[in-house]
């Protein structure tokens, strides 16, 4: 055995030996000679694979039972909201680099601020932006999530063209309509209200409404029953039978798909036939950018699922901040009075029914600085996946081609060494923005793959909470507890009991 394992080889001298095996059996049993020597080099070549590789090692921890591996220890620690505590335990245990399985796939989880700037700026040839199975199927495999190289710039920067600040400053009016229209219906009036459906409902409104171009009704009706279903599933084990989450998910998809479909289709008549604004919604931007030749840029396929994926995003993400901010100012007085008071500085020049302004907006940092601590605190996205698309070492480790990297902003959002007290909340520690270590915030990511839709989601933060605190006071009159689904919910949804002080 000593000397099997002392035993080097090199390809050229492997492909030597059995060229002179052959040959010297060529005057006799040629047929069997050549498969003797086969058989005799594969435990040569296996052996000198073996040697190879094992001069890197991979991360410490077990992959577990395959395909399930830890995915329902995860998920039942995400649900109980003791899911960084686990996270933690494994860091304790393994450091932070280690192995496990999660949702089929054999997986990398990697901590830490220099392993944040590495998933989000790394080599496309090393690392591909690519989620779990079950969000690639369910949201769609064209999604901005699952591109890299070009097809991800192109399509980044397609979306950016009507996300970009330039572009929604002409948004203000009719995002500030929404908002208004929104509390006059299910906040006037009210003594007690259920913040996170609300919100829901608000988000996924203004997203038809402003991003789609879709009027109110009975298909925009339908489209929130089967989203609801749809996102469910996102974060499951893909496993595909009638009674499964994923399943369920699946189906919903295809019938939001389908909607979405005829809705580009419904686009592409206007703006070819009616002359309609190319700025008039995020759908007909999409369709209106041509290339050289006067094709389309963005493929229908392409279209179908960023929509999907920007509904998912805005919806889900901006309406668990603003829940999640009304409890913080809820819990913390001094820091409420400070929001307040920026915000009545801003109401008093303004006449009864005047709107808003890009200006108004600018001045309310104090208020932006609560959202992106509220972000730290409770990121409504937990973390998200990577594929290496080679082999490639990380700190010491082989990381294999075909593994997912997993990454988790908690885990810097909440380190002490980053954030002292970090269970405090402290809107103050981003007064200075240079001061926070680099990708050590990543609630909207970061480098080129930070959120194309960042700045939609504060401007409709902004103006949500200078109605809420302008218009309104309230307290918290049930549990403030959460679990995570895998987005972030309060128990009861967030009851609030609350008062109008102003006309709307």
Known sequence: MSSLTNFRIHPHQALFLFLSLSLSHTHTHTMSSLFTSLMLL???FVLFIRRRRSTKKLPPGSLGIPIIGQSLSFLRAMRANTAEKWLEERINKYGPISKLTLFGKPTVFLHGPAANKFIFTGDDSVIANQQVKSIQMILGERNLLELIGDDHKRVRSALMLFLKP???KHSVGNLEEEIRLHLEMHWQGKQEVKVLPLMKSLTFNIICSLLFGMERGARRDELVDLFEQMVKGTWSVPLN???????????????????VSQLIREKRVELEQKGASPQQDLITCLLSIRNDKNEEMITEKEIVHNVVLVMTAGHD????????MLRFLS?????YEAVLQEQEEIARTKVAGEYLTWEDLAKMKYTWRVAMETLRMVSPIFGGFR???KDFEYGGYLIPKGWQIFWASPMTHMDSDIYPEPSKFD??????????????FVAFGGGPRMCPGNEF??????ITIHYLVTRFTWKLCADSSFRRDPMPVPAQGLLLQIQQKKPL
């Open 427 to 440: 809107p103050n520690r981003f007064e200075n923005q240079a001061s926070v270590p680099p990708y050590s």
């Open 317 to 324: 993400t901006s309406s668990v901040l603003l829940t999640f």
């Open 42 to 44: 594969i435990p040569i």
């Open 241 to 259: 039978f009638p009674f499964t989450r994923y399943s369920r998910s699946l189906k919903a998809s295809k019938m939001v798909q389908n909607i």
């Open 387 to 389: 594929r290496a698309l």
């Open 331 to 335: 819990k913390e007085p001094v820091i």
């Open 457 to 462: 989601a504060r401007i409709e933060t902004l």
């Open 166 to 168: 330039e572009s929604l």
